[in-house]
């Protein structure tokens, strides 16, 4: 049985086009991949802590010297790896905030990147221990980034399919939902935009 990991993280609740868009693709993908079971990880109700100095020493103390604390740290980690290593098919939400991903979204990705676990380091430089996903990548923006003057200022896009593919996730799509704040109209138009590209990428799956 396959197995879909939907993770969202906008902090704009009900209104939030990449929690909408990033849901609607899981459940198409859900039906296109008979059987696939769905986990999701709302990362606004259960967000998870920023990284401390007791996870910073505790992934690199061995599990049976660790004190109760780092044990308890890197548990809530070693939950969110093993969610992330379980599944075929990750879709990711984000909106852009002040011109970066969410920062649930980040501390997430510092809980999901470890050393011995999703990489690690060989000779012959890094590699990703994780193999064989599918990624989505659902982005919401007021403005437009993936063209035009504030391209230059696309980091939200580049920094994920970076770390993404640091950690082995290389086959990655990234459906953008952009240009929501320049009025009722482009926002229509993003959003059915980004609704097409969504079926689109279900039927190909
Ligand atoms: C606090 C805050 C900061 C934002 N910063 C930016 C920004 O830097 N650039 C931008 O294009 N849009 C920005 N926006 C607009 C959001 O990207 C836009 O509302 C998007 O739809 C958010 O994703 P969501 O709909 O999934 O919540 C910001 C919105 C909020 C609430």
């Not at 969410?102 to 990705?109: D, F």
């Not at 003057?149 to 770390?163: C, G, I, Q, S, W």
Request: proline residues 3%; aromatic residues 6%.
């Amino acid at each position: 049985m396959t197995s879909i990991l939907l993770v969202t993280s906008s902090p704009r609740g009900e209104a939030s086009h990449s929690t909408r868009l990033a849901t609607e693709l899981a459940d198409k993908l859900r039906t296109t991949q008979s059987a696939a079971t769905l986990v999701k990880r709302d990362l606004v109700q259960d967000p998870l802590p920023h990284i401390e100095p007791d996870f910073a020493s505790g992934i690199y103390t061995p599990a049976d010297d660790r004190s109760e604390k780092q044990a308890r740290l890197v548990a809530v980690s070693d939950a969110a790896v093993d969610e992330v290593l379980a599944a075929d098919t990750i879709v990711i939400a984000t909106g852009i905030i002040n011109f970066s991903i969410s920062s649930t979204l980040k501390s997430w990705l510092d809980h999901v990147a470890r050393a011995g676990r999703t990489f690690r380091y060989t000779e012959s430089g890094p590699e990703g221990l994780v193999k064989n996903k599918k990624v989505y990548l659902v982005v919401a923006s007021g403005g437009v980034y993936s063209q035009g003057a504030a391209a230059v200022f696309d980091h939200a896009v580049p920094y994920l399919k970076t770390l993404l593919t640091f950690l082995g996730m290389s086959d990655i799509e990234v459906i953008r939902i952009e240009g929501v704040g320049m009025g009722a109209e482009a926002e229509q138009r993003a959003l059915s935009s980004a609704l097409n590209v969504v079926s689109e990428l279900a039927m190909a799956a």
